[in-house]
């Protein structure tokens, strides 16, 4: 394998990492939003939220992939005269799969704080709200840091998928690379090595963090496909 196939892919991993890093920030974000939502005592945010995860979590990430660059979502959108791009598209339904994983991860972080958290910030007079973004949330985070990290190594991985609507990134573009070089386990073998290497520092960057913050035990293992 000749050092511009090496050159190409090394591209094609950059363009990974953007979408998994995107997909990431959107999870994140939409996860936390999920996981209040089904804490809340109010029935109209708790059971669409319930309904949202367990939607999620039952249908394939490939097929959501699927239902929103091909399916009804795309075709709302060009009745719109907006064309979705391969790359929101993956972000999107990166973004939506992990949001749900992700929120039930918050969810598990809030409720493992001690009730008596919030006791003791509503009697030193903040609001429910201010203990939950003050008090309670900082541990919560804390506490779910290895799950989130793990998270963030799946979802580099899966980005692979994103090779099925011809997004060049690492997975489709080595594709390319076997069929036009003919050196197809040289090129995979190559395509693999990138994705250890990555996820490797993912690992040192995560238990770096936990050391840093003390972080909790709370851990996932689902596998989003």
């Known amino acids: 394998m000749g050092a511009g196939t090496l050159l190409v ?13 995107c997909s990431l920030a959107v999870a994140l974000l939409l996860g936390l ?8 005592p109010r029935p109209w945010l708790r059971l669409p939220a319930t309904a949202y995860v ?3 979590r039952g249908v394939p990430l490939l097929v959501l992939l699927f239902w929103i660059y091909f399916g009804v979502f795309s075709e709302v959108l060009s009745d719109l005269g907006i064309a ?5 598209a993956a972000v999107l339904a990166f973004g939506i799969c992990y949001s749900a994983f992700i929120g039930e991860t918050y969810r598990a972080g809030i409720q493992s704080v001690d009730r008596g958290q919030e006791e003791a910030a509503r009697a030193l007079g903040m609001t ?36 099925v609507i011809a997004m060049p990134e690492l997975m489709h573009v080595g594709r390319q690379e076997a069929g036009r070089t003919f050196r197809t386990m040289e090129v995979f073998t190559a395509v693999a090595l990138l994705y250890l290497a990555t996820t490797l520092v993912l690992s040192r960057v995560q238990k770096r963090l936990e050391r840093r913050f003390g972080a909790g035990t709370l851990d996932s293992a689902h596998r989003p496909r």
């Open 33 to 40: 939003l999920v996981a209040l939502c089904r804490l809340s």
């Open 128 to 163: 429910h709200r201010q203990a939950l973004r003050w008090v309670i949330l900082p541990q919560a985070v804390r506490n779910v840091l290895p799950a989130l990290g793990n998270e963030a190594i799946a979802l580099v991985k899966d980005t692979s998928l994103a090779s």
């Open 54 to 56: 367990e939607v999620v």
């Open 84 to 88: 979705i791009h391969g790359f929101a």
């Open 9 to 21: 892919l090394l591209e094609a991993l950059g363009l990974s990492l953007r979408i998994a890093a």
